[in-house]
């Protein structure tokens, strides 16, 4: 989307409440008028417009006009469009006592059987006196009734002062900022798309809700590419500048401040918030009055900072590098003065201010942004540390921090150079399991990252770096999938009681292999506590934070089909991830949420994380995570029915390194693009496969999906039976409530069906709930049970309704699915998707004739002669709901 794509009025959203208090008082006989108030860029104007429209609607006169600083100069000079032409001319016009009786122009006046006017008057406090007498004297008469907009009132009364005489009765409507929730779907509406949490919360923080500003800033945003479309969603790639229109805006309000109260402002801009004690109490005091400050209270006597986030980004834009190199190293020296000892942003003041810094005092600052989870500063500090001191500590960390923050070529640039220089064991060991993580993880080389553990290892040879190592390895397997084989390692490690910071590092990986391997999540488990007696400026936790172990046990409980407290972990663990400013730390969260939302049958859920992920992931060039959001992606879109997004999706992930399914799930992804096809015999096919590899890999949860989504898709024998030979003895409760479902399916027993599809739904898995319904439908169908398939069939589109448009075999009309075999069912998807008989019958390996005489059975089951009401019969068969069970 460019700038010119971008409405030119936004729409009005958010205001229903403002809008209707209007409305109701410009309704009321004994109401002259309305004043809306609120802080300046709030959308006063614009809603003042939408209220206009609605009147005239109605049948009112409307009208519009606005008083400036230029206007308050010429007696009545805000209201001459409202007269009769020539009323507002001449020295009668100067007269205040002539004003009152001027009369209104034609087109306004109030006549027998019609309302009287409704003007709106923008800027009411720019109003010269003789224009104020001539609407009270309009609006006394009842001739009309006016709508003003006041600036910077935060109170009713002063604010209907403005329209009140004594006689007038004015009512006030307060017009506040817009919330967060708001202004996501402003922007949404706006921009045509999903808008990335993160990026919605960052436009609403720096705007402050405000819709002119807003609008700027989108607007600017779109132009610069700051703000751009990835991935399907809508997200903030780049740091946001302001419009020159902003600019102007902004700095207009500036122009009548003095020296000092300038050098307060810019150094709030550059620096933060600043303790009230610091600073000129009166200049404080008069900025405060102004509107462009406010103290906050505190122990320390207040802190001060910007009324306004969005003056903040101007300032920085327009102040010049000379300028902002004194104020940010005099705010440096006065904190470093005024405290034994002196906040991180101090040293970060003098880094932005190309100062040299000590590097003891580097090392602390290091450990003060470790110790408050601020990644980004840590990355900052550990970048000056290299320059500064070449060592082996320092490409450690800002090899870690670069990983944190999704550099993940320049760390393993720093890293791999680690590995060259002299240094202690536990440095060395240290970074090689940075170095294998950001291998596996942000450049999928998996394969490269086991040769240097296993290189390392031998190096080693034996003692505790070896437990370390072998941990390592454990979680790297568990990336590749091969979760017997890193269990096998965990036991290992378990029997000879490794040390503290091997179990650091295994233990988010630990979580993902028990939950993989069929086992509930624990629900309290062991915390990840650093030994005592460790340096934090080098300790950290290898790289595994406490962000991922969270993400990862929320995974763990939604397999487990404890949905609520599935989303209430990965949501907190992705808020802790963006307010730490770690790239990195994001893509988990997101990635597990896809696919919670997805087992839940949230669809749009699962399409909003899953791109967020692929957007992250492209931005910093973070394969796992980018491969993991593209397969989500395909998965969701091939659900869903959109055949050409899934496909293209499916076809990106498949091109990035190693170049093939290095995890049994890809085939779960291609087996749902091939249903959407229609080609059901090779989507089974691709299934059984998967949950082959699955069981090879000890990957049972996996090969639970496998296995049921094969049931979903046609082959229910085959895969019924292989459910209850490997999952039957599972103390997984999801996994056992899928296995009822399955023997029901398999037995036709309906009564047992409903059961379980209460359930599922109790559980939160409404799509997997809507399409066990809908077998129960069908085999009350089959059985001519007309009442009880229509009480199934509506329980179908309630569960559906929390899905979204959702397009599966599975939800095919249950009289579709009683009537039709599964071959013939294949056929006639194949058929309605255009294929002739002879594709089809090579793509099934079967002969022409056979698939041929399959059609001409489905044509007769549904009373049709030909392919050309195909499509029809499969949608909505006499009695039944649509295919498409969400539309």
């Known amino acids: 989307m460019s700038p010119t794509n971008l409405p030119e009025w936004w729409p009005l959203v958010g205001r229903d409440a403002e809008l209707r208090a209007a409305i109701d008082g410009l309704m009321l006989p004994a109401v002259s008028g309305v004043v809306l108030y609120g ?185 610069t590419g700051a703000l751009n479309q990835d991935g399907g969603i809508w997200r903030v790639a780049q740091d946001l500048s302001p419009s020159d229109r902003l600019t102007a805006m902004v700095t207009h309000r500036f122009n009548s401040l003095t020296e000092r109260e300038r050098d307060v402002l810019d150094d709030l801009a550059l620096a933060g918030p600043e303790t009230r004690q610091n600073l000129d109490p009166d200049v404080v ?66 880094l932005q201010a190309s100062d040299p810094v000590p590097v003891e005092r580097l090392e602390r600052s290091i450990s003060q942004a470790r110790a408050a989870s601020d990644f980004a500063a840590a990355h900052t500090l550990a970048r000056a540390l290299i320059q500064r001191r070449p060592d082996g500590v320092s490409h450690l960390l800002a090899g870690e921090f670069g990983f944190e923050c999704g550099e993940h070529v320049q760390a393993e640039e720093v890293l791999r150079k680690l590995m060259t220089l002299e240094t202690s064991d536990e440095i060395r060991l240290r970074g090689v399991v940075l170095r294998t993580q950001n291998l596996a993880l942000g450049m999928l080389r998996v394969d490269d990252a086991l040769a240097v553990n296993s290189e390392a290892r031998d190096e080693f040879g034996t003692g505790w770096p070896v437990d370390v190592l072998d941990a390592n390895e454990a979680a790297l397997w568990g990336t590749a999938g091969h979760v017997g084989h890193a269990h096998r390692l965990m036991e290992s490690l378990d029997s000879r009681g490794a040390n503290e910071l091997a179990d650091i590092v295994a233990a988010a990986p630990r979580v993902y292999v028990e939950s993989e391997r069929g086992h509930p999540p624990d629900p309290e488990p062991a915390g990840l506590q650093q030994p005592p007696d460790k340096d934090l400026l080098i300790e950290g936790e290898y790289g595994i934070p406490e962000i991922v172990l969270d993400s990862t046990r929320a995974r763990s409980f939604a397999e487990a089909g404890e949905f609520a407290t599935a989303m209430t972990l990965a ?103 091939l249903a959407a096809e229609g080609k059901l015999s090779q989507a089974r096919g691709e299934l059984f496969e998967g949950a082959r590899e699955a069981r090879e890999f000890g990957l049972e949860v996996t090969r639970t999906h496998c296995l049921f989504d094969a049931i979903r898709l046609g082959g229910v024998d085959q895969a019924h039976e292989e459910l209850v030979a490997t999952l039957k003895d599972s103390d997984n409760p999801f996994v056992q409530l899928r296995l009822r479902a399955a023997t029901a399916r398999a037995r036709n027993d309906a009564t047992s069906l409903e059961k379980c599809a209460e359930e599922l739904a109790r559980t939160g898995a409404f799509l997997l709930a809507a399409e066990v319904a809908n077998w129960t439908a069908m085999i009350f169908a089959g059985q001519g049970e007309t009442r009880s398939a229509a009480r199934m069939s509506a329980r179908v589109q309630e569960y559906c309704q929390d899905c979204g448009p959702v397009r599966t075999p599975g939800l095919a009309p249950p009289r579709v699915l009683a009537l039709l075999t599964t071959r013939e069912l294949e056929i006639a998807l194949l058929a309605a998707g255009g294929r002739k008989n002879v594709e089809i019958a090579e793509e099934l390996g079967i002969s022409v004739r056979t698939a041929g005489n399959h059609l001409q059975r489905v044509y007769v089951k549904f009373g049709i002669s030909d392919r050309r009401n195909l499509r029809a019969a499969l949608d909505m068969a006499p009695g039944d709901q649509p295919y498409d069970a969400a539309g």
């Open 285 to 350: 005091g008069s900025l405060t009055r102004k509107g462009l400050v406010h103290t906050q209270r505190d122990g320390n006597g207040g802190t001060v900072a910007l009324a306004d986030p969005v003056h903040g980004l101007v300032i920085r834009a327009t102040t010049s590098a000379f300028r902002a190199r004194r104020l940010l190293l005099n705010r440096a020296e006065r904190a470093e003065r005024d405290r034994a000892n002196p906040p991180l942003t101090a040293v970060l003041w003098r």
């Open 571 to 673: 949501r907190r663990a992705y808020e802790q991830a963006v307010s730490s400013r770690a790239h990195t730390a994001q893509f988990w969260p997101a990635m597990h949420l896809g696919w919670i939302c997805y087992l839940r049958g949230d669809l749009s859920g699962a399409r909003f994380w899953f791109a967020t992920l692929v957007a992250l992931s492209r931005e910093h060039s973070f394969l796992l995570g980018l491969w993991s959001g593209l397969q989500g992606q395909a998965l969701v879109a091939a659900v869903t029915g959109e055949l050409s997004e899934a496909k293209k999706a499916l076809e990106d992930a498949e091109s990035l390194p190693p170049h093939r399914s290095w995890r049994p799930e890809a085939r779960l992804v291609r087996a749902w693009v």
């Open 39 to 223: 802080p300046p860029s709030s959308g006063k104007s614009r809603l003042g417009r939408a209220l206009l429209q609605r009147m005239r609607g109605r049948g009112v006169p409307v009208a519009g006009v606005t008083a400036t600083v230029a206007s308050q100069e010429v007696p009545m000079g805000a209201v001459a469009p409202l007269l009769s032409p020539g009323a507002g001319n001449g020295a009668n016009a100067r007269s205040s006592a002539v004003a009152t009786s001027v009369p209104l122009n034609p087109a306004l006046r109030r006549r027998r059987g019609r309302p009287a006017a409704v003007v709106l008057v923008d800027d009411l406090q720019f109003l010269d006196d003789a224009s104020r007498k001539v609407l009270l004297s309009l609006m006394r008469v009842g001739e009309l009734k006016v709508v003003g907009t006041v600036s910077g009132q935060d109170a009713k009364a002063p604010a209907a002062a403005w329209l009140q005489d004594g006689v007038c009765s004015v009512r006030a409507v307060h017009v506040p900022p817009l919330d967060e929730p708001t202004v996501t779907a402003l922007l949404e509406r706006v921009l045509d798309g999903v808008v990335e949490e993160r990026s919605s919360r960052l436009l609403h923080t720096l705007s402050s809700g405000l819709p002119l500003h807003l609008v700027e800033l989108v607007s600017q945003a779109v132009a």
